[in-house]
């Protein structure tokens, strides 16, 4: 399968890369330097070029709080840039594959999120986000949007920094009413290439949105306690997020329920203890 994964040198796209190739795939890997998401024509071109089996966009923009002070690159990375590829392969009628995030949601409801629940972003990077969906969702087209969360595995993320701050602090305060799954990248790759697979079997119709979550849900302070199991130091402290402030507003409860994707892809839940304990050791 020749897959193009847009977005190649981030979290997920690293992954995407590695694990790809080493299932035996033909991965086209293009990171920012090779395809900006933003330049429409380029990407035309692009996917012209290399003629991908399937697209995959692991591109955006995912600096939360920053995002906040520059709306307009947030949505021109995670909106147009995101419209940009799925015109594009609408096009050249080349199945999209595009991963959103669990901050699309207000975070209110009691209960896991499902695949219709109405949106409500609570941040700037949650509207962009939602905004690229719209924009998919409008094109029509052979588009799957996967709804992740609390991405871990690569260099930046919540692992690597509790990983960097117990090197040098005793005592650390985290945040304990904020609940999701953590999510590793390799998962992701993992369930994304498996999906590639599937939407390349004739007559595949089922288009649309699926989450895609790591399992069983904890809060951050709950995932900091599996992250420093065993050890003395650093000592944790649960806080409530109004003792962290954030230029972005977080969601209390992004838990996504992922059910669809286990019937529609027989795809299941990750338990992200594994993938955590393979980091740690
Ligand atoms: N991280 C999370 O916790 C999380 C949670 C839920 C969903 N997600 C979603 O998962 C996906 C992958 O996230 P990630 O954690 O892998 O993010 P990441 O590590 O920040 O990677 C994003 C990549 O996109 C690239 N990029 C930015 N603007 C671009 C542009 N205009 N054209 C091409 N490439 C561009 C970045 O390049 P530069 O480094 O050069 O800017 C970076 O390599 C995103 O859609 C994100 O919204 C992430």
Known sequence: MRVLVVGA????????KDLGISLGHHIIALDRSELD???????????????????????????????????????????????????????????????????VFDGTKLGAYVEEDSVG???????????????????GGKNIILRTAWVFGGEQNFVATMQRLGESRDELNI??????????????????LAIAEKVQEEGFSDWGI??????????????????????????LHPIPTEKYPTPAVRPKNSVLDCSKIKDVFDIDQ?????ALSAIIS
């Open 175 to 192: 945040v304990n009413d904020q609940t999701g799954g953590p999510t590793s990248n390799l998962e992701i790759a993992n369930c994304l």
């Open 210 to 235: 699926y989450h895609f979550a790591g399992a069983p849900s904890v809060t951050w302070y709950e995932f900091a306690c599996a992250i420093f199991a065993g050890r003395d130091k650093p000592v």
């Open 37 to 103: 998401i933003t330049d429409g024509a380029s990407v035309t071109t692009s996917l012209e070029h290399h003629e991908p089996d399937t697209v995959i966009n692991a591109a955006a923009y995912t600096a939360v709080d920053r995002a906040e002070a520059e709306s307009a690159l947030a949505f021109s990375i995670n909106a147009d840039g995101a419209e940009n590829i799925a015109k594009a392969c609408k096009q050249l009628d080349i199945p999209f594959l595009h991963i959103s995030t669990d901050f």
């Open 9 to 16: 040198g981030g979290q997920v796209g690293t992954a995407l």
């Open 270 to 274: 990750p338990d992200w203890r594994k």
């Open 121 to 139: 972003p609570l941040s700037v990077y949650g509207n962009s986000k939602a905004e690229g969906e719209k924009r998919i969702q409008n094109l």
